[in-house]
């Protein structure tokens, strides 16, 4: 059978209770009737985001044209075509203790950082096969094409391959995963690469969601040899804020009163100068 996406999940789970549901109903029914498999350490956001983003009443930068849900007055969510005897109304959103530019500027720098590392330990808890199938799309995410991983056990020290246009002609590539969580990536797993890889392609490229020591840094680039990039999990999280690959952006804009602006101007006014 084939795997449900997140929103056939909640979908399923609203026709089965047949009544509308708070988000955490609706995360909790998930994972009791095993209609999804999370990858995220905060699962539920997850659902409350798919939920936000295809809701008719609920519009911003990220939300999908898509709609499936609405949002009753109590916080909870029902399917949008499907009726309810009572009265369906946007719940009105809390407004938030008046704060300053320079504390919203604090707030938003620990958001940045908190989300980055929640991006960095989902990568760590997939599963290499997954972790290999991701650093895929995320070459053809920036431009790379005819990507494919190699199959399982005839990867040659090779997880897989692929091309990128260079003017007129197509630099071959190959890539290699390590999905580990605190061990980092040395010389030998470098130099071992570079061996698999060598006559094989113009360029490597090296994935981990950990770290790499120095000794690795410094053979990562050697004369004629097979250029090796190295890309941690820090950098992969960088590139995926780049490329909006795996991330959304919710746009709130940031209003400063600057009244002083159009009630300063001299408009022939009789100043006793």
Known sequence: MKSRTIIQ????????????????EIYNSIIENNFYTFK??????????????????????????????????????????????EVIQEAKPDIPNEVSFEELGVLHKKYVEDFRQRVLESLKSLDPRTFEIFSKRLLEAYGFHDVNVTKKGKDGGIDGYGKLKIGLADLKVSFQCKRWNKTSVGRKEIDQFRGAVQGKCEQAIFFTTSTFTRDAEKVSFQVGAVPVILIDGSLIVDLMVEKRFGVEVQSMPIYISALDNVISENDNLDLDI
Not at 57 to 72: D, E, M, Q, R, W
Request: charged share 20%; glycine share 4%.
């Open 9 to 24: 999940a909640i979908i399923e789970v609203m026709k089965m209770v047949g009544q509308p549901m708070t988000v955490t």
């Open 40 to 85: 995220s350490d905060e699962p539920i956001q997850i659902v409350r985001g798919q939920l936000r983003r295809h809701c008719e009443s609920l519009n911003f930068g990220s939300a999908s044209p898509t709609k499936y849900f609405v949002i009753l007055s109590n916080q909870s969510y029902w399917l949008k075509n499907l009726p309810l005897e």
